[in-house]
């Protein structure tokens, strides 16, 4: 039997924009993650249809939106440039024309739109809402509010690169592991693809679930998955 997808619902309207970070450089890989081919398209594509359905906006951020032209939606480079993550948040934050953003990597292919959707309704309880999974806190898979932009700004003035060096200055609510269980009892939602071995475990189990090879937009699978072969020989 053909398993469909549950409808997706909007769970912000107008108060949340859906950021995507692509900014890593994606070393494990050998080759940039965002854009190997997945469901019929390219990764990041998927992640980015996802937030479609669930946000009024979608903004990415890179500091190179060439390589993006075929997401429909903003692109923004870093203000702190060679800050790492961080800085990507602030970026998105910064440039967001909501008073929230849900922030997410370019490399998670299990995102879970009820559980987006719980921590939107979560977003009057602090500045920052944050899931924690069975590794501990996810700052890549969180909401964050304008009132984090100061405090923010000061971490990476004063050369502070971690996401959570900036958090005793604002207000956080945990979403326990319990809380998140609940709806994602595995933690799926935290997993991302950082080589090539996780990307032909992720391939493995699509071609499981709907019982034919994927087909790549553009370039062919066997091309992308030799690529990948020959960073694992040489990374591994």
Not at 49 to 71: A, H, I, M, S
Not at 147 to 162: H, I, N, V
Not at 198 to 209: G, K, P, Q, S, V
């Amino acid at each position: 039997m053909k398993k469909t997808r549950a409808a997706r619902r909007p769970v912000a309207a107008g108060g949340i924009t859906g950021v995507i970070l692509a900014g890593g450089v994606s070393s494990r890989m050998g080759s940039n993650k965002a854009l190997l081919p997945y469901r019929g398209g390219r990764f990041i594509e998927s992640i980015h249809r996802l937030l479609g359905e669930l946000f009024d906006d979608v903004l990415l951020v890179t500091n190179t939106p060439e390589q993006y032209d075929f997401l429909p939606c903003r692109k923004t480079g870093d203000l702190y440039p060679g800050m790492g993550t961080l800085a990507g948040l602030h970026a998105g934050l910064q440039q967001s024309r909501t008073p929230y953003i849900f922030a997410v990597a370019c490399d998670m292919p299990y995102l879970n739109p009820e559980l987006i959707a719980m921590l939107a309704r979560y977003r009057d309880r602090g500045d920052v809402v944050i899931p924690h999974g069975d590794k501990g806190a996810e700052p890549l898979h969180a909401l964050y509010g304008k009132g984090c932009l100061p405090a923010m700004e000061r971490s990476l003035d004063a050369g502070r690169r971690r996401i959570v060096s900036f958090f005793p200055e604002v207000r956080v609510w945990d979403v326990t592991p319990d809380e998140v269980a609940r709806i994602d009892p595995r933690f799926d939602s935290f997993k991302n693809i950082n080589t090539p071995d996780d990307y032909f475990a992720l391939r493995e189990e699509e071609r499981a679930f709907c019982g034919l090879a994927l087909r790549p937009a553009a370039g062919s699978v066997e091309e992308a998955e030799g690529n990948a072969r020959g960073a694992l020989s040489v990374t591994g």
